[in-house]
């Protein structure tokens, strides 16, 4: 039987462990990213890769290092570079001598059955679309939770309760078993996670950018919780339901998102960099400030971080473009996201 | 008066270029090509441009503020892919927008429009007839006359030059260089690589050279092989040198900053590999690159080649 395992994105091992017990496919998760893990990726990656390419490197190595012998990886044809890592990796593996299999999950739902059923012992159509449902919808409990952990956390004074709450109520999703404990968990976020001590002036920051960036609390340096810690509350559009709907039906949604974006980017350019522009667009008026994030060399961002000066200008809306690699240090992060907020805070009291 | 379209001496300039010309003659329009890149061009392009962007898109930028001033039309295509699995770079697909952002005031100024048809699609007639009416209703041209004049012209196709027969000539060491044509093309940019090359009088095989049919022979291995245009021919012609061992030497050449190449190198280098008999040097340009430091690194590996066996099983070190 292979033992499975996953590169990390973000609260993406909870719902890929449930799929993947559900299926009877024995797996072990990497350890939590840290900074050994990117040390480990990044001796073998190019030197231009870009972050996650590192970072799901090093992820496989120490996963193999307890035991796994199967990788689980997306794929796709898009212009970003994520769609080749997979079989990079293969051979970067081979080279450090791991003996891994690497299954890329393509973009085609045949396909990703195939692979399923390769790697499970006990395999039916009705079994994966059931676990894929039952999946589906932790998916979508957890990114409310997130979506209202980070709201809250902006807004009251005692923000370690809220967290351990969050974390029981993320602990109790990822042992369930059962529709209904899902929907008792789901009724549970309003009643658990409330505002007792309201923090005077509140204000929003959308997160916008990249999606392995925007997720990875390891990548971004937890920027979520630097703004929350700052009295801020974090609007996010990327979430990682989104990323999954985006995953199995691609191009779903573009024309909308480039009217969204109101001529400043009339085209796909693969990864989230339309998303980013209309994001800042579309949320100019409903938040104060946007903190847009991307790994250092990628892409499609790079085309948004060209466009945003414009929009800037334009909107009069203020943004904040942070760029993530290897060296990131933490207190550089903080000092500008400080200075950042107190601008806003001064525009604002202007 | 006849109206001036302005093409920057850049990017897709290199490939594509000809074809477009002859069709904007024909129609009567004067077409104002930049003049070749110079320091003045970099020295301009860095200061405009945005700083995470590749050096030829910088370049490019830069190309497009030498003739903005001159021009009432500027052709930025729109390149999205040539069909499945050949798509281009994030920076071709967004190379308008960052034009029209990066030069909203001189566009709105001078009064410029832009010429920006979208190139998608397998290059068949029915596409290349559809970018052909987006270009004719971006000039406001009279569509079906136009339409009408170049359905007669069969010959006239807006993809890039197709080349049927690939050039084989064995005469001496042959050096391939995988590189996007728009840096190996431009004298300023690869510090004149491919003259030195032909100085030491070496032969040198470029993908350029090679007919775009030699992907489909390679599209059906059973492996992943790059998805973006360029890459996806290079790697095909770099296995087809290889297994027909027409090579003696491999340059890589790359810009600083370049996506698709961090990746799709490692990949080529990795195929190499398993050819030992075949010196590589790696090369990347940027504004920073020093001629010095090429041109040492050059006459290494030109006495590698010209070494032969001797050294075979090593290669230089592309860190200097």
């Avoid at chain 1, 024309?255 to 350019?269: E, Q, R």
């Avoid at chain 2, 068949?124 to 012209?153: G, W």
């Amino acid at each position: 039987m292979p033992v499975v395992t996953f590169p990390h994105m973000g609260k993406m091992e909870l719902p890929v462990k449930t799929f993947l017990r559900e299926m009877d496919i024995s797996v072990i998760p990497p350890p939590q990213s840290s900074q050994k893990t990117l040390k480990k990726g990044k001796e073998y990656a190019p030197e231009f890769a870009c972050l996650p390419f590192k970072i799901n490197l090093g992820n496989y190595m120490e996963a193999a290092e307890l035991g796994a012998d199967s990788i689980l990886m997306g794929g796709g044809f898009g212009p970003c570079r994520f769609g080749f890592y997979g079989e990079l990796q293969k051979y970067l593996l081979q080279e450090a001598g791991y003996e891994m299999e690497m299954y890329i999950l393509e973009k085609n739902i045949f396909h990703i059955k195939d692979i399923i059923k390769e790697l499970s012992g006990n395999f039916s159509l009705t079994k994966m679309t059931r676990s894929f449902h039952f999946t589906w919808s932790k998916i979508k409990v957890m990114d409310k939770l997130t979506e209202k952990l980070y709201n809250l956390r902006g807004q009251v004074v005692n923000k370690e309760k809220v967290e351990n709450d969050y974390n029981k109520l993320l602990k109790k999703l990822d042992e369930a078993e059962t529709y209904r404990e899902i929907d008792l968990i789901e009724q549970e976020i309003d009643n658990f996670l409330q505002i007792d001590n309201a923090v005077e002036k509140k204000l929003t920051i959308a997160l916008v950018g990249e999606i392995y960036t925007v997720l990875e609390p390891f990548t971004n340096i937890d920027l979520a919780r630097k703004l929350n810690y700052l009295d801020v509350s974090v609007y996010q559009t990327l979430t990682l339901s989104h990323w999954l709907k985006n995953f199995f039906t691609p191009g779903s949604g573009q024309k909308k998102l480039v009217n969204k974006a109101a001529g400043y980017i009339n085209s796909f350019v693969g990864g989230h960099g339309l998303n980013s522009i209309s994001d800042i667009y579309s949320l100019k008026d409903k938040v104060d400030g946007v903190v847009h994030i991307m790994p250092f060399t990628c892409m499609p961002e790079i085309v948004a971080r060209a466009i945003i000066p414009e929009v800037i200008e334009n909107e009069n809306i203020p943004v904040l473009s942070l760029i993530f690699d290897e060296h990131t240090a933490e207190a550089g992060v903080k000092t500008r996201l400080e200075a950042f907020i107190d601008l806003i805070k001064y525009n604002k009291a202007r | 008066m006849k109206k001036t379209i302005g093409f920057p001496r850049a990017l897709f300039y290199y490939d594509f270029y000809e074809h477009w010309q002859a069709f904007f003659e024909k129609e009567d329009f004067e077409v104002l090509v930049s003049p070749p890149t110079n320091q003045k061009i970099v020295n301009r392009s860095l200061k405009i441009s945005e700083n995470e962007l590749c050096f030829p898109c910088k370049i490019y930028l830069g190309h497009v503020d030498a003739i903005i001033n001159e021009v009432d039309y500027l052709f930025i295509p729109r390149f999205i892919d040539f069909g499945p699995k050949k798509c281009f770079c994030p920076k071709f697909m967004g190379l308008p927008d960052i034009i029209k952002s990066t030069f909203a005031g001189k566009i709105a100024q001078n009064n410029v429009e832009m010429i920006t048809p979208t190139i998608k699609g397998k290059r068949n007639i029915y596409q290349k007839m559809r970018e052909l009416k987006e270009i004719t209703s971006d000039l406001k041209m009279n569509n079906f006359s136009t339409l009408k004049n170049i359905a007669k012209q069969k010959n006239i196709s807006l993809s890039n030059k197709e080349i049927t027969q690939s050039k084989q000539v064995q005469k001496g060491k042959v050096i391939g260089v995988i590189g996007h044509s728009y840096i190996l093309d431009d004298p300023h940019l690869s510090m004149n690589l491919l003259k030195q090359i032909k100085n030491k009088n070496f032969q040198y095989y470029r993908p350029a050279m090679f007919s775009d049919q030699i992907i489909i022979k390679y599209q059906k291995l059973d492996r992943k092989i790059p998805f973006w245009y360029y890459h996806r021919k290079y790697f095909s012609v770099l296995l087809y040198w290889l297994e027909k061992d027409l090579i003696d030497g491999l340059i890589l050449v790359s810009s600083f900053g370049c996506g698709p190449d961090s990746l799709v190198n490692k990949m080529i280098k990795i195929e190499k590999e398993k050819y030992d008999n075949v010196p590589l040097l790696e090369l990347y340009f940027d504004e920073h690159t020093a001629e010095a430091g090429i041109n040492t690194r050059l006459a290494a590996f030109f006495d590698l080649v010209e070494g032969g066996d001797r050294f075979a099983s090593s290669n230089i070190s592309t860190y200097g």
